[in-house]
């Protein structure tokens, strides 16, 4: 069997065609996705930045959202026409990893949409276990960024903000709003810190204060917002080696910098100001299913008003162009590639 998708197959170059696609099997689910999202990791790709990993042809798409076509055998808690989303993560169980509980980074984690074919197709099979229901009545354009409101309420689980704090976001980028408005939804006071001029009028459209890390003295003015005290937690989601100092030094006395952008090289801390402040440093990556599952209720009940970071919608056809208006394009946040108008359009 054979399905229209979108593939990677080298640097810069992405080929629509037809791929492999088998029925469900026993305990899967074949689903048709309706919409897919780009996000940072597929543009790493796209760049051939992570080749030794990714084996070519390579469909990608991990943020998504869709309808269950058909189950395999032995799937009872689905049927055909069910709205979905998958969180796109498989792990081996055995790992040491998964043994302490913490299959979300089993070591040898396959990444679904990186690892192995993901949504970019009109045709799809994934474990029955992957997917979580949507709720009626959620669009499923705006349900396609489930996925990445996941990475923000993980992040700040990671985070332990608690109502009250006051947190700054370095980075502004569809993450780096997500985390803020899981933030304030936590009920923390944020601050966004943003190079983009375009990216911190949507901040402000969302009510949320955004700053300019080269006009602004972000250190001075998270001192004159926190009293001197500085802020409680920093968030460091811009990828870039000023992001990391300006996240550490905003930190207060035990003050906790959560890691959340890839650093494609070691960055330089200043471990002098860890010490002396007794900063607390932690890692974010991915999620667990309970992170999706609260990323369903956010985005459905609209406390994350993710339509606003939609900026435009193209047919998976189109994938390639939508591609390239995401390169180095900071009026662009979140471009979602349509299946639904693929499929229309005769590509299956």
């Not at 029925?23 to 990791?41: D, H």
């Not at 055995?94 to 299959?103: D, E, F, L, M, S």
Request: glycine residues 10%; negative net charge.
């Amino acid at each position: 069997m054979s399905t229209f998708a979108v593939s990677y197959t080298a640097a810069r170059t992405l080929t629509a065609g037809s791929a492999d696609t088998a029925p469900p099997g026993p305990g899967e689910v074949e689903i048709q996705p309706a919409y897919v999202g780009i996000c940072g990791t597929d543009l790493h790709i796209f760049h051939g930045h992570m080749d030794a990993r990714v084996k070519t042809p390579a469909v990608l798409g991990h943020e998504m959202s869709g309808r269950v076509l058909r189950v395999g055998p032995g799937v009872r808690a689905w049927q055909p026409g069910d709205a979905v989303t998958v969180m796109p993560l498989r792990w081996d169980g055995t790992c040491p990893a998964c043994r302490r509980g913490h299959q979300h980074v089993c070591q040898n984690l396959d990444f679904i949409g990186i690892d192995s074919p993901g949504a970019m197709q009109l045709r799809w099979t994934v474990p029955a276990e992957t997917l979580v229901a949507l709720p009626p009545g959620l669009p499923l354009d705006e349900a396609a960024l489930v996925e990445p409101t996941a990475v923000a309420v993980h992040d700040v689980a990671r985070a332990q903000v608690t109502d009250g704090e006051k947190v700054v976001v370095v980075g502004g980028g569809p993450v780096g709003v997500l985390i803020a408005l899981v933030a304030r939804a936590a009920g923390a006071d944020v601050r966004v810190v943003e190079l983009s001029s375009s990216r911190r009028r949507m901040a402000g459209g969302l009510g949320l204060t955004a700053w300019d890390p080269v006009a602004d003295d972000v250190p001075a003015l998270v001192s004159a917002w926190t009293e001197d005290a500085g802020a409680d937690v920093a968030f460091e989601v811009s990828g870039a080696a000023a992001g990391v100092t300006t996240a550490v030094d905003v930190l207060a006395v035990r003050g906790r910098l959560c890691q959340v952008a890839i650093h494609p090289v070691p960055r330089e801390v200043n471990l002098h100001r860890f010490f002396w402040r007794e900063i607390t440093l932690v890692g974010a990556r991915l999620y667990d299913r309970d992170d999706f599952e609260k990323a369903v209720a956010l985005v459905a009940d609209g406390t994350i008003p993710v339509k606003s970071l939609i900026s435009s919608v193209v047919p998976l056809t189109e994938a390639t162009a939508a591609f390239e208006a995401l390169e180095g394009r900071a009026d662009v946040m979140k471009i979602l590639l349509d299946c639904s108008a693929a499929a229309a359009g005769g590509a299956e």
